[in-house]
């Protein structure tokens, strides 16, 4: 295991400097906050607007909370980015989209839930907010 | 350039293009612990960047909670057929991948 550690480490190394630039755009702050607020600070959202032009679509109940497919949408125009929270997870902050010359806000992707909770979108539109949730009851744990 | 960790698709429907895309990663949160009761460390795709004609259209960024084998997809407008969709990823390690594929009629 150590040896093994040790091994990427040396990769890490090798290959992590040229991307450097890359990787500093990870908003660490938000990601590794473990509480909703505290990630939302890191996004620097203040003074969200619920809004039913944000379409959250996921299954009422999720057996397994590993695999939990959801299909964002924001049909405020000119939204520029959608933020994927789930409050009851270790860190909340799942993902964050930023859409440029001509994609669409929209996006499917599969999540970790740790319990029943709500899935909380944020859309930024210009120094805006705009939010809606949809609530998945988790039967199984799916962020071991 | 084709690598085998990652699958993309590409299709025109009516007004946009849908590109799905699925990577091979096992996403380990740093709360696990293996067989040797070890926790396994944070392992975790945690930036992708996408471009449509070598134009940037979407920057995601993930954390932890993507689930193992990470899939999306997303929609271009302003793509046509032949049109060349490109998709990297980084992970936490450093290690990193690119994919090229031209749009097809869907």
Known sequence: MQRRNFLLGLMSAALVLPLQAFADIWNKRAFEAVKLNDAEQGLEINGEITSQDILVSAPDMAENGAIVQVEIRSNIPNTESLMILVEKNPTPLIAHYKFSNGAEPFIVTRIKMAETSDIKVVAKVGNQYFTNAKNVVVLENGCG | ?106
């Open chain 2, 1 to 106: 350039m084709a690598v085998d960790n990652m699958k993309m698709r590409a299709q025109l429907k009516g007004d946009y293009v849908e590109v799905k895309v699925l990577i091979s990663h096992p996403m380990d949160t740093g709360r696990k612990k293996g067989d040797d009761g070890e926790l396994i460390p944070a392992h975790f795709v945690q930036l992708i960047t996408a471009t449509l004609n070598g134009l940037p259209v979407l920057e995601a960024q993930w954390g932890t909670g993507i689930s193992k084998n990470p899939y999306l997809t997303f929609r271009l407008r302003n793509a046509k057929v032949g049109d060349v969709v490109a998709v990297t990823w980084l992970d936490n390690f450093g290690a990193s991948a690119t994919q090229n594929i031209a749009v097809t009629k869907g």
